[in-house]
């Protein structure tokens, strides 16, 4: 490691993947009341279930973003972290707040949860992924606030690169379009156009430039190849996520009630979101394939490659499925859109966040080459027990999705089936998607075991003679 200040990612790092368990854990409960409704319900209500564990996935990312900023923009900038009291005082803060929130959540019916609050002297609650209580997102500013002026005063006393001049504009975009959460207007098509400004300009905009970023930073590490090349990628792939995210947008507005042009803007930009998923899938393995030196910690590589492309799927393909309008149309809402959420949020933001983590945990614990071999072997095991299960988890989600349209929303009104008779009728799906979540949890437990595996003697032995 490189700057002592860098260590203050690991507690972000490592709440962040507690907080992964916990909304796997959540989702689980979810699957198992799609078809057993009585499950759990009296102590957590599907709804509540739902808040929590779409709660937890932008928090845990937001921990993992905020880690991986830490350690890699004292790197990137070539001096000593700004403010580390700053940073650390900062976790706790956040953690704090985001801890009281889901226990809110669980412990406090909504409505009253909303009232001892006080949401009604600024209402903001209520809407999807939006849930937190007013104070909670005046935290969540002051935390971002403070998060961006530690990042951004590093960057202005260091060095100025690509990785951490597009890694500042995609976190200050996060700050700026998450007070759109403030704006929650009585008429509903307003209230969902600006909704969108928040959950889209996220997740399909500076969200973006936050993980081509920290991709472009593990790959110089891990590969040695020239820096100039992977920041002309950079370049490239930034500024077409961006311009196809932006306008992109539109095809969320499709049957909100704005201008019709939004069918034809929709449609025709995010249609081309695809496009910089696959040039980062072909940027990653070319610069894997022209990499300068073996680095020990193979496994970081692995994570690097495999989120390229599971975002490509995610995100791209998934996303290309039903994005056009007169797709849309019937498939608006259905169970493809699950699919498509599942695969685009593991494959581009959780796995970059546990990239990062693959290739700076061990470097902060002390062992710069990466963890042993037998640690990389059970990691590579959950890499693969995660993929296949997310992928395996997407194409049920698809298949529960193509059938319910083609049940409830395809026939004419007099033969469509009613939404609990369809989903009847997808239970068997649901129950594959749910036996294929465990799977998926097996695969985190053995991600977060092999941070814990030791060194083999020989190894010990071959580090002692190398130091010598």
């Known amino acids: 490691m490189k700057f002592e200040s860098q260590k203050v990612a690991k507690p972000y790092f490592i709440f962040a993947l507690v907080l992964f368990v916990g909304q796997i854990l959540f989702g689980l409960i979810m699957g198992l009341q799609y078809v057993s409704g009585d499950f759990l319900t009296t102590y957590i209500p599907f709804n509540v279930a739902r808040m929590v564990h779409t709660n937890l996935l932008i928090v845990w990312l937001l921990f993992g973003f905020m880690g991986a900023s830490y350690y890699l923009v004292p790197e990137e900038s070539d001096t000593e972290l700004h403010s580390p009291w700053l940073a650390k005082l900062s976790f706790w803060v956040f953690a704090a707040a985001g801890v009281a929130t889901i226990l809110g959540y669980l412990l406090v019916p ?83 156009y600006f909704w969108w400004w928040v959950v889209h300009l996220w997740v399909e905009g500076v969200w973006e430039l936050i993980l081509g970023a920290v991709l472009a930073f593990v790959l110089i590490k891990v590969t040695g190849v020239d820096r100039e090349i992977i920041e002309k990628w950079l370049y490239v792939i930034v500024a077409l996520a961006l311009i196809s995210g932006l306008v992109g947008m539109g095809h969320h507005y499709f049957w909100i009630g704005p201008g019709e042009y939004w069918l034809w803007l929709g449609s025709i930009f995010s249609a081309l979101e695809p496009v910089p998923f696959f040039m980062m899938v072909v940027f990653a393995f070319k610069v894997v394939k022209e990499r300068r030196h073996e680095h020990g910690n193979a496994i970081a590589t692995t994570w690097a490659l495999g989120t ?45 966040v546990m990239t990062i983590i693959s290739y700076a945990m061990p470097i902060m614990r002390g062992r710069p080459q990466g963890n042993p071999i037998a640690a990389q072997r059970l990691e590579r095991f959950a890499f693969w027990a995660m993929c296949l299960s997310m992928l395996g988890v997407t194409l049920a989600l698809t298949v529960a999705g193509a059938w319910q349209i083609a049940l409830q929303r395809l026939p004419e009104s007099g033969e469509a089936l009613g939404f609990m008779a369809t989903q009847d009728k997808l239970a068997p799906v649901f129950w594959v998607r749910e036996i294929l979540g465990v799977v998926f949890l097996l695969g985190l437990v053995a991600y977060l075991s092999s941070f814990f595996v030791g060194a083999t003697e020989s190894e010990v032995d071959s580090l002692e003679a190398a130091a010598v």
């Open 110 to 192: 909504y409505a009253r949860l909303a009232e001892i609050t006080y949401n009604d002297l600024l209402p903001t609650m209520g809407r999807e992924f939006l849930e937190q209580p007013t104070i909670t997102k005046i935290g969540i500013v002051v935390v971002c606030l403070a998060f961006v002026y530690n990042i951004g005063m590093t960057v202005l006393k260091g060095r100025k690169t690509v990785i951490n001049m597009v890694l500042i504009t995609g976190l200050i975009g996060l700050s700026v379009f998450f007070l759109f959460s403030f704006y929650n207007p009585i008429n509903l098509v307003l209230d969902k």
């Open 308 to 352: 390229a492309v599971m975002a490509f799927l995610g995100a791209g393909v998934w996303g290309f499925l039903h994005t056009l309008a007169p797709v849309n149309y019937y498939t608006h809402g259905s169970q493809l859109t699950a699919a498509h959420g599942h695969l685009a949020f593991f494959g581009a933001y959780a796995m970059i």
